[in-house]
């Protein structure tokens, strides 16, 4: 009995080793930092641009460049590469195949007549014509010395018709809509009709107090996300200029209203006497997933918002089942 009680005692020794172990692997996982490197350039209609992601403490590493139109991909787990792949996105197309091939002319593709086979070509014997008979040959040529001359006949003229009266055009009539169109336009307004009827259902639902709590904070923790999310630091260099100079003075002023906004991290360069685009930029930032998903958990333990899930499920069921019997 002490033996099967030790055995036990090891076995749920292991189990919960294992247990802690994938515990800390999903701590780990859902509090590292995923960290995002986006650089960027544009001059002389070249663009170049370079992205680094790394996660979990740069155990997975992703870089993907694309410098004159190549794409360059590599992905490193524990630093050993595992993706490494080359791609041309635009360029000089490969040479097809029926252009590699030389043309080759008529007189090589006749294949040569064997010398035993050709046969020598018959003797030309001339062919002298036949002689006219004399007295074909002393017939005088009869010529007329004057043109006879074909007296005009009168031209009759014909009694003029009355022109008949034009015929009445009858009114095109309406060609019929076509099945499928009035089927879509039923269903338009089987939609429209819907909504409508739909309306007081929606100002119910609003002016209940939960429901605008739960309003409030999905739009409180979607906020925090995007907020999470965007970048800690970003620098940018812009150069551009329009035919017209007043167009480059009317963005200039746009521009400098918007300063205060990206005052220190970019600098804004216009040129009134060419149009031109060019620039730079660099944007590093990161998010975790962890928070992501607290976020998403908070909105989620809302009883008012577990209320809407069962809802919609069972709606959908319903909808299922209908569809199901019909």
């Known amino acids: 009995m002490a033996i099967l009680l030790g055995i036990l005692k090891w076995i749920g020794i292991i189990l919960l080793a294992i247990l802690v172990l994938i515990l800390l692997i999903i701590i780990f996982v859902l509090a590292s930092r995923l960290k995002y490197d986006v650089k960027g350039s544009y001059y002389g209609e070249q663009p170049n641009g370079e992205i680094k992601v790394s996660y979990l403490c740069s155990l997975l590493r992703v870089r993907a460049a694309v410098?004159?139109?190549?794409?360059?991909?590599?992905?490193?787990?524990?630093?050993?590469?595992?993706?490494?792949?080359?791609?041309?996105?635009?360029?000089?197309?490969?040479?097809?195949?029926?252009?590699?091939?030389?043309?080759?002319?008529?007189?090589?593709?006749?294949?040569?007549?064997?010398?035993?086979?050709?046969?020598p070509a018959p003797e030309s014997v001339p062919v002298t014509p036949p002689e006219k008979p004399a007295a074909a040959a002393s017939a005088p040529e009869v010529h007329s010395s004057a043109p006879?001359?074909?007296?005009?006949?009168?031209?009759?003229?014909?009694?003029?018709?009355?022109?008949?009266?034009?015929?009445?055009?009858?009114?095109?009539?309406?060609e019929p809509e076509p099945a499928e169109e009035a089927g879509e336009k039923k269903d338009l307004w089987d939609k429209v009709s819907d909504l409508i009827d739909k309306k007081d259902e929606a100002y119910d639902i609003l002016d209940d107090d939960?429901?605008?709590e739960l309003i409030a904070l999905i739009l409180r923790?979607?906020?925090?996300?995007?907020?999470?999310?965007?970048?800690?630091?970003?620098?940018?260099?812009?150069?551009?200029?329009m035919e017209d100079p007043a167009k480059t003075g009317q963005i200039l002023a746009i521009a400098s209203a918007l300063y205060p906004v990206y005052a220190?991290?970019?600098?804004?360069?216009?040129?009134?006497?060419?149009?031109?685009?060019?620039?730079d930029a660099d944007v590093k930032g990161g998010l975790r997933l962890g928070y992501i998903l607290?976020?998403?958990?908070?909105?989620?333990?809302?009883?008012?918002?577990?209320?809407?899930i069962k809802k919609l499920l069972k709606k959908d069921k319903k909808k299922d089942e209908a569809a199901q019997a019909a």
């Open 221 to 241: 923790q979607i906020g925090k996300i995007i907020k999470h999310v965007l970048p800690r630091s970003y620098s940018a260099n812009v150069r551009f200029g």
């Open 67 to 119: 410098t004159d139109w190549v794409l360059d991909l590599k992905v490193r787990v524990f630093g050993i590469p595992v993706v490494k792949k080359q791609q041309r996105l635009r360029g000089e197309e490969a040479p097809s195949e029926e252009a590699e091939i030389p043309a080759i002319s008529a007189a090589a593709a006749e294949p040569e007549a064997a010398p035993f086979l050709s046969a």
């Open 148 to 174: 006879v001359q074909e007296k005009p006949k009168p031209e009759k003229k014909k009694a003029k018709k009355p022109a008949p009266a034009p015929e009445p055009v009858p009114a095109p009539e309406p």
């Open 210 to 212: 939960d429901n605008r």
């Open 264 to 279: 220190g991290n970019a600098r804004v360069q216009a040129d009134f006497e060419q149009k031109v685009l060019e620039g």
């Open 294 to 308: 607290f976020a998403l958990l908070r909105i989620l333990f809302n009883k008012k918002a577990r209320w809407w």
